[in-house]
């Protein structure tokens, strides 16, 4: 798994680089704690929404973030810190902000030296809020919201996109996807969950799609949770939108599929943006309602080994490969490759050294890391499509693995 | 958009009858546990989705259609219910209502904790052959689901309503919710019918658990989506009244569907809470008294 690690296996330049670092902090007298802490352990909290509406991806995310962590470990850990093992500590946010904040807090009295969370949006803009207090390094696993990195955190980093970027790719996918099949679609209706996520989502989605010729006939939010989607459903069906767009998680995002179906309401396809329940189980548990739904999200590179290993790796664990797994194992890359580089569990260097990752994920449609106020431009989401019971990546057409089926048959 | 959302009434209210149904099923074991027993059951949402979760596994494990798992998931919901209340609930709290309510909530969370623990939070569905089929009123589709568990809600409702008004069980369980030590003096084995009004309570949720699956979803925390719901249905119908859990339901669940259609999906939900408020200000007792 140690090609899943770039950049952590040492170097004559990195060792001297390190090397220097260490006697040159050393002689100040204030890193000694630091120094004490290089051969012993790297401590990372994972804050996840374990219990609550969301422990289904916060399990998923806990697996990936541990699974990136044993292979860390068992590739030598921390070489530049004498081979540092990665601990992890584990907090549950209970999907509340004001729990993940309170968790970023305990973690802080319990000595963690980077954080990793939360995927919520709202959480995540709380906990690293909290944790840029004592300038701990903060890694987003899936957080959407651009407020993440652009509030001027200098301790919060992203590997994958926000939805600032998302809502501008999926629009130009779309526009693509229209365009090769003619432009039959002229009209879009969205729907959104009420939070962070869906709401700050669903604002950018309407003039970009407007730049592809898109019009947004109707946006409607919906509360978290919503017990029946028939009236939206009703909704829909007068406005007579050739797209649909659910924005919202994966209780909701199923909720909403099924009552179409059952409320017959006619559309070229249910393209989602984020969708929370677009993925493998959804194409497993209902086939009929899935086949030819597109979505544009995180999402590994289908035609790389690695990529293609990780899912038989995850699958052999009897799990879903979904985005969450991928996004928490480099989120992990992300912090051990800054405490590599920085040779130390010193906060500043860690995160001077985030800061200017240059990582190469090879399992993700990534180009290499280049951070930006703590976003990670190298990243994208795809669209990807539901074909024949396994998912296909139909945009962009340089990471595309199938051609869409649109409109849908 | 407002003439548009006009035309869907008759589909909105519609469609809040459907599930009003169901939210009356759900609040009818609370009613009837607080109305005879002044339990308030803060577990009753981790017991309804222990019932969908029995009704998922059946169908998973034994392809038993939810519907007919009715059959096995009410009599096995009482019993479970019957037990926790007779060597649980009864004998370790003295009595003692804040003891009742750690007692639940405690329950509440080993149960929550237990599912995640062994299901964990994934969210299950089924999907039966006859899912998406739906009955054209015109104006609305209603899924053979749906009108299913309308019309079982309401026959388990009038069921219900039998067992308490023409047996000799009702009478007793009534008795005791009136006058405990009278019915003591009577002879009526008040504990035991403590035990078994409990069981009846949680054998509505094993009822509204196997109705309720078809149409959403389980995982550890579904049950907490209805708990609200039926703690609103309660009070409006009045604490212990069957007729009042029904009509709350239907009244909760078309102003939930309506509220949604007028208002926005998000904003709808605030008629609930305004029900809610209003009924404590106007009429604490609910429209139905407390009539048990």
């Known amino acids: 798994m140690s090609k899943f690690i770039p950049h952590l296996g040492g170097s004559r330049r990195r060792f001297i680089r390190n090397a220097g670092a260490t006697v040159a902090l050393a002689s100040t007298g204030l890193s000694m704690p630091h120094i004490a802490q290089a051969a012993g352990t790297v401590k990372i909290g994972l804050i996840h929404p374990a219990t609550g509406w969301a422990a289904y991806p916060a399990a998923q995310l ?42 970023v807090e305990k973690m802080n009295e319990a000595g963690v030296h980077a954080l990793q969370g939360c995927y919520q949006s709202a959480v995540g803009l709380a906990a690293s809020a909290a944790a840029a207090k004592y300038n701990i390094p903060f890694s987003v696993d899936v957080g959407v919201s651009d407020k993440l990195v652009d509030r001027g955190l200098s301790n919060v980093f992203r590997m994958a996109d926000g939805y600032g970027r998302i809502a501008r790719d999926a629009s130009a996918y779309l526009g693509e996807i229209n365009a ?23 604002k950018l989605l309407t003039p970009a799609l407007a730049e592809r010729g898109l019009t947004v006939v109707d946006t409607i939010k919906h509360a978290n949770p919503t017990r029946n989607f028939d009236n939206i459903a009703l909704r829909i069906k007068s406005a007579k939108p050739d797209i649909i767009m659910p924005i919202n998680y994966p209780g909701e995002y199923v909720l909403l599929a099924k009552t179409l179906r059952q409320q017959r309401v006619d559309f070229m396809t249910s393209y989602s943006v984020l969708g929370g329940g677009f993925n493998f189980k959804f194409i497993d548990d209902m086939p009929e309602i899935a086949e030819n739904m597109i979505d544009v999200n995180h999402w590994y590179d289908p035609r790389s080994a690695s990529g293609q290993a990780m899912r038989k790796r995850t699958e052999a664990d009897g799990k879903y490969f979904t985005f969450e797994v991928y996004c928490a194992y480099m989120s992990i890359m992300l912090l051990a490759d800054g405490f590599e580089r920085a040779g130390s569990t010193d906060k500043d260097a860690v995160n001077a050294a985030l800061a200017s990752s240059t990582l190469e994920v090879d399992f993700m449609p990534y180009d290499k890391t280049e951070m930006v106020n703590g976003q990670n431009m190298g ?18 057409s340089a990471y595309a693995s199938a051609k869409a089926v649109f409109p849908r048959a | 958009m407002f003439s548009a959302s006009l035309s869907m009434l008759p589909a909105a209210i ?6 009003g149904a169901i939210y009356a099923l759900v609040a009818l074991g609370l009613t009837l546990i607080y109305g005879v027993l002044h339990i308030i059951n803060f577990a009753h949402g981790a017991m309804l989705m222990l019932a969908l979760y029995a009704a998922f596994f059946l169908f998973h494990l034994f392809g ?51 599912a995640l623990f062994f299901f964990t939070g994934d969210q299950q569905t089924v999907s039966l052959s006859y899912s998406y089929e739906a009955v054209d009123l015109g104006f609305v589709f209603l899924s053979y689901p749906k009108i299913i568990s309308f019309f079982a809600s309401l026959l388990i409702c009038l069921l219900l309503w039998a067992l308490m008004t023409k047996t000799d069980l009702g009478r007793a369980i009534r008795a005791v919710a009136k006058q405990r030590e009278g ?53 409006l119908g009045g604490m212990g009244s069957i007729v009042g859990a029904l009509l709350g339901g239907f009244i909760i669940g078309i102003t939930e569907s309506v509220g949604g259609l007028l ?16 009924i404590l200000i106007l009429k604490p007792t609910g429209l139905f008294g407390s009539k048990v």
């Open chain 1, 62 to 103: 806990r697996y990936g973030a541990q699974m990136a962590i044993a292979d860390i470990n068992a590739a030598g850990g921390i070489k530049s810190m004498g081979g540092a093992q990665i601990e992890a500590l584990l907090g549950d946010s209970q999907t509340k902000p004001e729990i993940g904040a309170a968790e």
């Open chain 1, 379 to 396: 990243s994208r989401a795809v669209a990807i499509q539901a074909q024949n019971g396994d998912c296909q990546v139909v945009a962009p």
């Open chain 2, 64 to 114: 038993i259609d939810p519907y007919l798992a009715i059959l096995i998931v009410t009599p096995a919901a009482f019993v479970f219910g019957y037990v926790i209340y007779r060597w649980g609930v009864g004998k370790l709290s003295g009595g003692r209502d804040q003891n009742i309510l750690l007692i639940t909530l405690g329950l509440s969370i080993i149960i929550e904790n237990g």
């Open chain 2, 263 to 278: 208002l926005g999906e998000s904003l709808g939900q605030i008629g609930i809470s305004l029900i809610f408020i209003l």
């Open chain 2, 14 to 19: 519609t469609n809040g009858l459907m599930y």
């Open chain 2, 183 to 235: 019915a003591r003096l009577v002879g009526i084995d008040v504990e035991n019918i403590f035990a078994i009004t409990f069981g009846i309570g949680i054998a509505c949720l094993g009822a509204a658990g196997c109705m309720l699956l078809p149409i959403f979803y389980v995982d550890p925390y579904t049950g907490n989506i209805f708990v609200v719901i039926a703690f609103t249905i309660v009070v």
């Open chain 1, 180 to 202: 090769a099949a003619g432009s039959p679609a002229k009209t879009v209706v969205i729907v959104h969950e009420e939070s962070e996520f869906g709401t700050g989502t669903a």
